[in-house]
């Protein structure tokens, strides 16, 4: 499985941003995806994650604000990402697994590149 995030970019506090993450090889409808974000000097943090059925997990600090979806017919998962904080500002990854979803970055087999967005204050 082979993973490619687009979609990072320079965006003003308060904006909306989308992320992709677009899948080849294997059968993406039953991998759950999660995004995953590491800012400057930090470690790793659970963002938001979508099963297979479609079931969603958000970490608390994001909760309302973004929004993680599937599209299985085109094998990419979307973050939509909303009301954006300077705190937001990391490189995102997203990766998956065959299995249900964790938040636990070391439970996903593959992952994609990482696409670094920056949230101006």
């Known amino acids: 499985v082979q993973l490619q995030a687009s979609g990072g970019g320079l965006v003003q506090a308060g904006g909306s941003l989308s992320v992709s993450c677009a899948s080849s090889g294997g059968t993406f409808s039953r991998y759950a995806i999660g995004w995953f974000r590491q800012a400057s000097g930090k470690e790793r943090e659970f963002v938001a994650a979508?099963?297979?059925?479609?079931?969603?997990r958000y970490v608390a600090s994001v909760q309302g604000r973004f929004t993680i979806s599937r599209d299985n017919a085109k094998n990419t998962v979307y973050l939509q990402m909303n009301s954006l904080k300077p705190e937001d500002t990391a490189v995102y990854y997203c990766?998956?697994?065959?299995?249900?979803?964790?938040?636990?970055?070391?439970?996903?087999?593959?992952w994609g590149q990482g696409t670094l967005f920056t949230v101006s204050s």
């Open positions: 979508i099963n297979w059925s479609g079931g969603t």
């Open positions: 990766a998956a697994r065959d299995a249900w979803f964790s938040s636990s970055w070391f439970n996903y087999t593959y």
